[in-house]
C-alpha cells in the first residue's frame, strides 16, 4: 500500500523538483482542521497514482524553507509540480473530484 511521500526541506530538491513524474505535494500542519479532512484524501490519491506521479506532504512548522519559498500563506495548499516547476495550486480543503481533476491534467 503507497503511503505519501514525506517531503522536507533536504529531499525536497530530490523528490520534487527533480523527479520524473508530476508531483502534489500537499503543505500542512498536524494543528490545522482542513489538512485533516484533506489528510485521507491525499492518502488515497498516493496508492491511486502509484508509478503515474508522486503524491507527498510537507509539514510547514518542521519545514519551514520550503513553505517560505513556495509562499505558502494559509493551509492546506496543494501544489502540484512538473519538471521542477509549479503548475498548480490549491487552497483549501476542496473535493477528491478536484484535485484529481488537477493532477490528470499533468498526468496524461
Known sequence: MAKP??????NFEEEVLNSDKPVL???W???CGPCRMIGPIVEEMAEEY???AKI???DVDSNPE???KYGIRSIPS???FKDGEVVDQIVGAVP??????QLEAQVA
Do not use: Y
Open 50 to 52: 502509484e508509478g503515474k
Open 56 to 58: 507527498g506532504k510537507v
Open 96 to 101: 477528491k473530484s478536484h484535485l484529481t481533476k
Open 78 to 80: 496543494l501544489l502540484i
Open 5 to 10: 511521500i514525506e517531503f522536507t526541506d533536504s
Open 25 to 27: 505535494v500537499d503543505f
Open 29 to 31: 500542519a498536524e494543528w
Open 66 to 68: 520550503v513553505s517560505v
